[in-house]
DNA sequence: TTGTACGCGTTATCAA
DNA sequence: TTGATAACGCGTACAA
């Protein structure tokens, strides 16, 4: 194995031989302690950099307890959401001097609990959690004692901070947009039947809300399930819609990138979005502005997502309290309209 | 600062005692050092479950040297490029026992430099290092004693393992894809004049050799810039293409969010893709296939290329040579002809 | 204001 | 096959 002593081995020791101090001092100036002559200092940083000294993390992690590293468990990278959500995470993080490290679960349950229990939980201070395939029965089975923060979706019971988004309201806010501009075949793509949490149920129950508030039935035909959210998965919902007959003159799709698979779909088709079909997405990637046609979505505030999540985890951190009493914190989204559900 | 301490603090000593062994055969039974007695082997680990220890990773860490982690440097996660990038390192490095620290240089500069010299080198047994600004300059100045590969295009003359595209004949096969299918005025999307090394000179390159090799001029005309290669910078580049009169029926973009951008600057002004112009881009995003209409583009072997990175990173950080001799890499690549580059 | 000495939890070197 | 004990490099009482 390598060293990770890198610095050519330069230890603390060697920086207070060279200023003709001890180590104590040296340890002093590290880390800002207030009281050190000026001169003193001023000897010992001039020897930090004539040996080109670090400090090895290693030992001040072992000493200190800590790490100033945070994980972050999410489904998949190459899901553009949680890319872009990683990357929101990762610049609020760094502006609280933490560091991120990232571990994808695939959103397979097994993993997802791996991650709770990984020796990686060990080498970081807090987590950052976004899981897809869990329930709250694995969660309160496992009496976890580190600092977390559940992102994106509310596991109703948990006893754990959330950060969240309006799944409902939003949800139910998209349909309408729908509505609002004259549909009335409204489908969905993304429903996770049999499941009785996530996601995927809270969107599907705003979606309901809104046909309910216009007055219009609720058709099973009407929702189509598509477990995994991805394009593949959004484009194959879209096609088994437009075979099964019903009439579709919208979409509401649970993300983005179903919703992109759902315009491929009907690109494919030759159906005109959104003369014949409009449709809207769900999450606001960045992809959203430049597919063809721009697709409509909802923006959930990544940004503001990632900034209260990593602030939440950092006050649970620093006071040292990982089984505090649960805060939620429900981010604002706002409908973007585009192309795909323009009117004409 | 919360304790990294986690599983409540049960140490080696604790399993120790409760197994009544000596601490150093807990350490052999977690090493798998193979001469135990079965009998000892088995108290050990049953005194493990019960007492839900887990190894303490910072002391391993501060006592082996090492920490079996490995940095990603890269400039964005946004770009989704990168992000599938991240994915393949991620899960070639998992399969190597071997987690992965993401770092994001935004491919200015000056971070790219910090990299170089972050205490989190020092947290780190090696870096897969994906610079987009830095030169031989900034490298060779450095004197980097820590194992690191570079990612994704070569730097001439740096001393240091290269896993690379074969970015010239790559962009020369796009470029000739363009022109076998008739095209005659082919522009190319992501020129950064003035620069002597990095992906967008040997792009051009390649660009220039399929013209030239077609007995077609080379018009700097058809070369547009565009420093950042996003969605954003794409759509501009094909708008000052369209504005300036020049004439253009095939665009190669140096990569596929450009040509992203590209297509959708084309949907906006009503060119129809492939008919008027057709469109190929480099780098086989995932989106690419969903796009409408989907992209053609240069497919690089992500996977490939993470692999061997990982790979070669891991050769140098077990034989802890940090400064063998350099050795390149450079993956496969083929053309993927979708419907924006189609034949109608 | 600075120095001494110990402990953090492992792994490695011996010896037994 | 196992055990005692010395590092690893840093932070921090406590002493000076």
Chains 1, 2 share one sequence.
Request: hydrophobic share 45%; charged share 20%; net charge negative.
């Amino acid at each position: 194995m390598g060293r990770a002593g890198r610095t050519g081995g330069v230890t603390m020791h060697d920086v207070a031989a060279r200023a003709g101090v001890s180590i104590k001092t040296v340890s002093n100036v590290l880390n800002e302690y207030p009281y050190i002559r000026p001169a003193t200092r001023e000897r010992v940083e001039q020897a930090i950099a004539e040996l080109g000294y670090q400090v090895n993390l290693s030992a001040r992690n072992l000493r200190r307890g800590s790490t100033g590293i945070i994980g972050l468990a999410l489904p998949e990278l190459r899901l553009p959401y949680f890319a872009e959500l990683a990357d929101s995470v990762i610049g609020a993080a760094e502006r609280e001097g933490l560091t991120v490290l990232i571990e994808q679960t695939g959103a397979e349950r097994t993993r997802e609990l791996a991650v709770l229990t990984s020796a990686q939980r060990q080498l970081t201070d807090g987590l950052l959690y976004s899981p897809l395939a869990l329930d709250l029965a694995d969660l309160t089975s496992l009496r976890l004692d580190f600092p977390m923060v559940l992102l994106g979706e509310r596991i109703f019971g948990a006893d754990a901070d959330h950060v969240t988004m309006a799944n409902v309201d939003a949800a139910r806010a998209a349909t309408e947009h729908l509505l609002a501009r004259g549909r009335r075949r409204v489908a969905t793509v993304g429903a996770h039947p049999g499941e009785a949490s996530g996601s995927a149920v809270l969107r599907l129950q705003g979606y309901r809300e809104a046909l309910e508030a216009a007055g219009l039935p609720f058709e099973p035909a009407l929702v189509a399930e598509a477990w995994f959210w991805n394009r593949a998965a959004g484009a194959a919902a879209m096609d088994r819609l437009l075979d099964s007959g019903v009439g579709v003159d919208a979409v509401f799709a649970m993300n983005d990138a179903l919703a992109l698979g759902v315009l491929h779909a009907l690109h494919r088709r030759g159906v005109a979005v959104p003369e014949q079909v409009a449709v809207i997405g769900f999450d606001d990637i960045e992809e959203a502005q430049y597919s063809a046609p721009t697709l409509s979505s909802i923006s959930p505030g990544r940004d503001q997502i990632a900034q209260t999540a990593v602030r939440l985890l950092r006050e649970r951190i620093d006071r040292g309290d990982a089984a505090g009493p649960p805060r939620t914190v429900v981010a604002e989204f706002t409908v973007v309209a585009r192309e795909s559900t323009a009117t004409s």
